[in-house]
């Protein structure tokens, strides 16, 4: 017996991260109860990205073009280039208005459990691009997890074997939030890279 077409949406939308069966549930009666229109407009949004999305050939974060508008912007810090996870963490970076720089999307982290390796996240690609004349630090803006720190220490590490300087970015307290309110691990790598 084949899944029917509403048990086939609750599964796809159960492939989002967070969303378990209940709120797959939800979201597909909603769809279909009260937005028809919303769930029309969701599926088109969804074919056009598949067919236009791709990435990057310099730094592998999405676009529709074959190299980005960050990479072609002429305004861009080409001497700092920036390795992130994803295009949600670069577009977080973006957000702060802090960096100017260029960017490396890794499009994931090492992790062996999951069988993601050194190819997988483009080490090749990433060390070509740090060899570059106008690079001049790699900033290495991985999560602060297991598999991030990870990944961070073996770029680091790679980096430093053919002479190129990388950093990472500080760990601390939070802007407005007060010590009491913050976890232990926090404050301890916050008085460890104090400045």
Same mark, same amino acid.
């Given at each position: 017996?084949?899944?029917?077409?509403?048990?086939?949406?609750?599964?796809?939308?159960?492939?989002?991260?967070?969303?378990?069966?209940?709120?797959?549930?939800?979201?597909?009666?909603?769809?279909?109860?009260?937005?028809?229109?919303?769930?029309?407009?969701?599926?088109?949004?969804?074919?056009?990205?598949?067919?236009?999305?791709?990435?990057?050939?310099?730094?592998?974060?999405?676009?529709?073009?074959?190299?980005?508008?960050?990479?072609?912007?002429? !305004? &861009? %810090?080409?001497? /700092?280039?920036?390795?992130?996870?994803?295009? $949600?963490?670069? =577009?977080?970076? +973006?957000?702060?208005?802090?960096?100017?720089?260029?960017?490396?999307?890794?499009?994931?982290?090492?992790?062996?459990?999951?069988?993601?390796? !050194? &190819? %997988?996240?483009? /080490?090749?690609?990433?060390?070509?691009?740090? $060899?570059?004349? =106008?690079?001049? +630090?790699?900033?290495?803006?991985?999560?602060?997890?297991?598999?991030?720190?990870?990944?961070?220490?073996?770029?680091?590490?790679?980096?430093?074997? &053919?002479?190129?300087?990388?950093?990472?970015?500080?760990?601390?307290?939070?802007?407005?939030?007060?010590? +009491?309110?913050?976890?232990?691990?926090?404050?301890?790598?916050?008085?460890?890279?104090?400045?």
């Amino acid at each position: 017996m084949s899944e029917s077409a509403l048990d086939a949406v609750i599964t796809a939308l159960r492939r989002l991260p967070g969303v378990g069966v209940k709120s797959a549930q939800r979201m597909a009666f909603h769809l279909l109860q009260h937005d028809r229109d919303g769930a029309e407009q969701l599926s088109v949004a969804l074919q056009r990205a598949l067919s236009a999305i791709r990435n990057c050939a310099r730094c592998q974060t999405f676009t529709e073009d074959e190299v980005c508008r960050t990479c072609l912007d002429p !305004a &861009r %810090d080409a001497s /700092l280039l920036c390795v992130v996870e994803s295009p $949600a963490d670069q =577009a977080a970076l +973006e957000r702060s208005g802090g960096y100017r720089g260029l960017y490396f999307v890794l499009m994931g982290r090492l992790s062996p459990l999951d069988g993601m390796g !050194a &190819r %997988d996240i483009g /080490l090749q690609q990433l060390l070509a691009r740090a $060899a570059e004349p =106008a690079v001049s +630090e790699v900033i290495l803006a991985t999560s602060f997890t297991a598999e991030g720190d990870i990944t961070a220490h073996v770029i680091a590490d790679t980096l430093r074997s &053919r002479g190129i300087r990388s950093t990472r970015l500080a760990r601390g307290v939070p802007v407005g939030s007060e010590l +009491e309110h913050v976890d232990a691990g926090t404050i301890a790598h916050a008085l460890h890279d104090r400045r």
